[in-house]
C-alpha cells in the first residue's frame, strides 16, 4: 500500500486505469485498489491498497497471477474539497508477483552463440539478465508492450545488435543517391552472412606493449669534474648535491629545495608557520666555487633593535591582534666568500604568520660598486639596459618606466629600470581640475615624460663602458610637436588636443655574433617618440567632479633586425623533400602516377585502366613478336 | 568424312573460343581484385589466396587447352582424358571465385558464369570425343 500526509482535511477520489485527467466525482475505491483516509489532528493518512492476491498460478489454483508482472496499473489520487480539484497524485504501480517456485529447475545453459559469427554475442546491448533492457530492440527479455514504448529510440549499429549492417557497394542495397554508372557490374553480389570478415576479431591477437620512450630525463647530480660555473648553472655543494634555497616556483607557492641559478638574482618572500620555521641553511653547507675550493659559509648575525620596523599590523584579511613581521637573511656571493647575513630579533608579540625573505645576490668583488655581473658581453633578457647621461656630470643615466602600485597617481609612482628583451607598458594616472590650461597641461606631462628619461646614450652591450664612446649609441627623440600659436579650440575648458600623453621607447636590436656558442645580442639603435591624445574632461550627469583623469603610458619595444640579411640560398641548396610536389619542380611521385597517389588531375580508376591496357598490349606484342609464339600457333592449329 | 576423321571439329572451335575468352577473363579477373583491393578492405591474409587462385587456374587452363587440343587432333584418348580431369579442378576453381571469393561482384558473376557454361559444353564434347576415340 501507499500511504501520504496531507495537511488539511480534504476528500480524496479516487481513479484507475485512465490516463486523461479526471474530475472530483470518483469514488473510493476502484478495480483491485482501495483508497482509506485515517484522519488525524493536522494531517490524514491516505492509504491506497491492493485487493488482489499476488501469488504465482499453481496448476490447480484460481484467483492468482500468470505472469510474474501482475500489475501494471496507472492510478490517480485527486484531493478535492467542494468539487474542485486541489492536488493530484499520480502512481504508477508495477508489482511483481511473489514467485516462491516449487517446479523443477531446468538444465539449460545460456546458448553462446559461435563467436565467429557473433564476435560480440547476438545482443550486445542485452545487459542485464531477466530484466529488459530500455532501448535494447533486440533483447530477448522484452515484451512487445515494453519495446512499444522505446521503439523509436534503439540502438542502432553494432551495440543494438546489428553487427553486420549492410553497405552502399551491394547490389541489394537500394539507399544510395549516388550509384555510379558502372555499379550494376561492380556491385558486390556476395552476400552479408559471408563476408571476410567473420571471424576476424575471434583469433585476436596480442600485442606487447611497447613502453613509450618518452622519459623525462631526471637532472641527477653531475658527477664530473667542475669546469666553472655558466650562467644559468645549478651551483653545486660539496657533496655534489644542489645548493637549495627556498624560492617562488611558477605556481606562485614557496618551494623549500629550490637550486639556485649562477647569476640570477631572485628576492622572494615566504610565508610560513612559525611552527614550521627553519633557521634557513643547515650550517655546514659549502658550495663548490667552481675552480676547485670550496667556500665556506660566512654566516653574520645581525640583531635587529627596531622591531618595529618588521612587524607589519596585518591588513584587513587577520584579526587585530596578530602580527606579521619579517626575518630577513641575505646570501652574497662573490668571488672568494659566501656571506650570509641573518637577522633575528626577540619580540613579545604574538607571532602567527612568519614572512620569510630570501634573497640572492651575486656580486663581482673586482667592481667596487657591486654592480651586477653579466655572464655574456651582450645583453641578456631581462637585465636592464645601460644607460648614459653625457650632459651630467657623474654619466650614470636611468632609463626607466612607471611601476605600477598603489592607487596608479602619478604624483606617487616609482620607476623600475627598463629590462633588455621586455617589451613592456605602464603608466599612470594625473589628476587635472577642469579649468587647467592645455599648454600648461602639456608642460606638465612632457615633464612627467621626460624624468622617466634621465639618459642621452644607451649602451650597445651590456659591458659597454663609460670611457669608451663607441659603446654607446645616441637616443634619438623625436619631441612632441610643441605648438604655441593659439588653438582654435583652446578657449574651451575642459577639452584639450595634443597632449602628448604616451611615451613610446623603441629599441632596436640584432643577434651580432656569438660567444661560446650563445648568440650575443646588441642595441642598434634606440628611439624616443610621443603619441598624442585628446583629453576631455570626464563629466557625470553635471559637471560636479573638481578632477578628472589623464592617463599617462610609457612602452617599450624591442624590435629585432637581423644584422645582415641571410646569404640567399641557391637552388642546389635549396633541399626539399623529395616528396613535395608542390615545391619541387620535379617530383617524381607524380611521374610514376597510378603506381603512387600524389597526383591528382585524373582519376585513379580511369589511369589504372589505360595503364593496365597499355601494359596487356605491350605484352601481346612481346609475346606475338617471338618466333616461339607463331611456331605453337601454327602447330596448335593445325 | 567421319570414318577417317574422328577429332570432333566443335571441340576444337570451343578450345580457340576458350583460349581467347580465358585471356580475357584472366585479365578481368586480375583487374577487378586489384580495384576490390583498393575500393573495399580486405583483411589481412585474403588477398593473397585469391591471387594465388587465379594464377593457379591460368596454369591449369593453359595445360587443359593445350593437352585437350593435341589430344583431339593427334585422336588419342590419353591426352584428352588429363585435360578433362584438368578442367574439374578448372571448374571448382571457377566456382571458388564464382562463390567463395572475398568479394563477389555482379560482373564476376558474369564472366565466370560464362566460364562455367563453357567448360560444360566442353566437357561433354571432351566425352563424347573419347567415346569416339575409344570405340
Known amino acids: ?638 | 568424312n567421319n570414318s577417317y576423321q574422328l577429332s570432333s571439329v566443335p571441340l576444337q572451335i570451343l578450345f580457340y573460343i576458350n583460349g581467347i575468352y580465358y585471356i580475357f577473363y584472366f585479365l578481368a579477373t586480375l583487374a577487378m581484385i586489384v580495384y576490390k583491393s583498393q575500393v573495399f578492405s580486405y583483411p589481412d591474409d585474403f588477398l593473397a589466396p585469391d591471387l594465388a587462385l587465379l594464377f593457379i587456374m591460368a596454369i591449369l587452363e593453359v595445360l587443359q587447352l593445350y593437352l585437350g587440343s593435341k589430344g583431339n587432333l593427334t585422336e588419342e584418348e590419353a591426352p584428352l582424358a588429363l585435360s578433362l580431369v584438368i578442367t574439374i579442378g578448372s571448374v571448382i576453381l571457377s566456382v571458388y571465385f564464382l562463390v567463395w571469393q572475398t568479394y563477389v561482384l555482379k560482373a564476376d558473376v558474369i564472366i565466370n558464369a560464362v566460364l562455367l557454361s563453357t567448360y560444360g559444353l566442353e566437357s561433354v564434347l571432351k566425352v563424347m570425343a573419347i567415346a569416339a576415340f575409344v570405340s
Open chain 1, 1 to 638: 500500500f501507499f500511504s501520504m500526509t496531507v495537511e488539511d482535511f480534504f476528500n480524496f477520489y479516487f481513479y484507475v486505469g485512465k490516463l486523461q485527467l479526471a474530475n472530483c466525482s470518483g469514488s473510493k475505491s476502484a478495480g483491485d485498489w482501495n483508497l482509506n483516509v485515517t484522519p488525524g489532528m493536522n494531517t490524514s493518512k491516505v492509504t491506497v491498497s491492493l485487493t488482489r492476491n499476488l501469488q504465482l498460478c499453481l496448476p490447480n489454483a484460481t484467483d492468482c497471477c500468470t505472469t510474474s508482472l501482475c500489475v501494471l496499473e496507472t492510478l490517480q489520487v485527486l484531493a478535492c474539497r467542494d468539487s474542485v480539484m486541489l492536488a493530484r497524485l499520480w502512481i504508477q504501480a508495477e508489482i511483481y508477483a511473489n514467485s516462491s517456485f516449487t517446479g523443477n529447475v531446468t538444465e539449460n545453459a545460456t546458448i553462446i552463440p559461435n563467436q565467429v559469427f557473433q564476435p560480440l554475442g547476438s545482443c550486445p546491448c542485452d545487459l542485464t539478465a531477466e530484466a529488459c533492457d530500455v532501448r535494447c530492440c533486440c533483447d530477448p527479455e522484452c515484451t512487445p508492450d515494453l519495446k512499444q514504448l522505446f521503439n523509436e529510440s534503439c540502438f542502432t549499429g553494432v551495440f543494438g545488435g546489428d553487427v553486420n549492417p549492410p553497405f552502399d557497394q551491394l547490389c541489394s542495397s537500394q539507399s544510395m543517391e549516388y550509384t555510379p554508372d558502372w555499379f550494376p557490374f561492380l556491385c558486390v553480389q556476395s552476400s552479408l552472412n559471408n563476408t571476410p570478415f567473420l571471424g576476424y576479431f575471434y583469433h585476436g591477437s596480442t600485442s606487447t606493449p611497447r613502453v613509450p620512450p618518452f622519459k623525462i630525463p631526471l637532472r641527477t647530480s653531475p658527477g664530473r669534474l667542475f669546469t666553472g660555473y655558466r650562467q644559468g648553472d645549478p651551483i653545486m655543494t660539496e657533496e655534489n648535491e644542489y645548493f637549495t634555497v627556498p624560492q617562488q616556483s611558477m605556481a606562485g607557492q614557496c618551494v623549500g629545495n629550490a637550486p639556485v641559478a649562477y647569476l640570477q638574482n631572485f628576492d622572494v618572500k615566504c610565508l610560513s608557520n612559525l611552527a614550521s620555521y627553519k633557521e634557513g641553511l643547515p650550517h655546514d653547507v659549502k658550495i663548490n666555487s667552481g675552480t676547485g675550493d670550496f667556500l665556506q659559509q660566512n654566516v653574520i648575525y645581525r640583531t635587529v633593535t627596531d622591531v618595529g620596523k618588521f612587524i607589519t599590523e596585518s591588513g584587513m584579511s587577520l584579526p587585530f591582534n596578530k602580527y606579521v613581521f619579517y626575518l630577513t637573511w641575505t646570501i652574497k656571493i662573490n668571488d672568494e666568500n659566501m656571506n650570509i647575513i641573518m637577522c633575528s630579533f626577540s619580540a613579545t608579540v604574538n607571532i602567527e604568520i612568519l614572512t620569510q625573505r630570501f634573497t640572492v645576490k651575486f656580486i663581482s668583488l673586482k667592481n667596487t660598486n657591486a654592480a651586477e655581473l653579466l655572464g655574456n658581453p651582450g645583453y641578456q633578457v631581462g637585465k636592464p639596459v645601460r644607460t648614459a647621461n653625457m650632459n651630467a656630470s657623474d654619466t650614470f643615466g636611468s632609463l626607466n618606466i612607471w611601476q605600477p602600485a598603489g592607487r596608479g597617481l602619478c604624483t606617487s609612482a616609482t620607476y623600475t629600470p627598463v629590462l633588455f628583451g621586455l617589451d613592456s607598458l605602464s603608466g599612470c594616472t594625473l589628476e587635472v581640475g577642469i579649468n587647467e590650461d592645455c599648454s600648461l597641461l602639456r608642460g606638465n606631462v612632457t615633464e612627467k615624460l621626460n624624468s622617466l628619461i634621465q639618459a642621452t646614450h644607451v649602451g650597445k652591450r651590456g659591458n659597454s663602458s663609460y670611457s669608451n664612446l663607441n659603446d654607446w649609441v645616441e637616443i634619438i627623440r623625436l619631441d612632441p610637436f610643441n605648438s604655441d600659436t593659439n588653438m582654435s579650440s583652446g578657449n574651451l575648458k575642459g577639452i584639450c588636443p595634443d597632449i602628448p600623453a604616451n611615451l613610446n621607447i623603441r629599441i632596436i636590436f640584432a643577434d651580432v655574433g656569438a660567444v661560446q656558442g650563445i648568440p650575443q645580442q646588441e642595441i642598434l639603435a634606440v628611439q624616443i617618440s610621443y603619441s598624442t591624445v585628446i583629453w576631455q574632461f570626464q563629466c557625470g550627469l553635471i559637471c560636479e567632479n573638481s578632477v578628472s583623469f589623464l592617463p599617462i603610458t610609457a612602452s617599450v619595444q624591442f624590435i629585432k633586425v637581423p644584422a645582415q640579411p641571410p646569404i640567399p640560398m641557391t637552388r642546389f641548396q635549396i633541399n626539399y623533400t623529395e616528396f613535395d610536389c608542390n615545391r619541387n619542380d620535379v617530383c617524381w611521385p607524380q611521374l610514376f602516377y597510378p603506381l603512387t597517389r600524389f597526383y591528382t588531375g585524373e582519376p585513379y580508376s580511369q589511369c589504372l585502366a589505360k595503364g593496365l591496357s597499355l601494359a596487356f598490349l605491350v605484352l601481346l606484342a612481346v609475346i606475338m613478336n617471338n618466333p616461339w609464339f607463331s611456331e605453337l600457333c601454327n602447330s596448335s592449329l593445325i
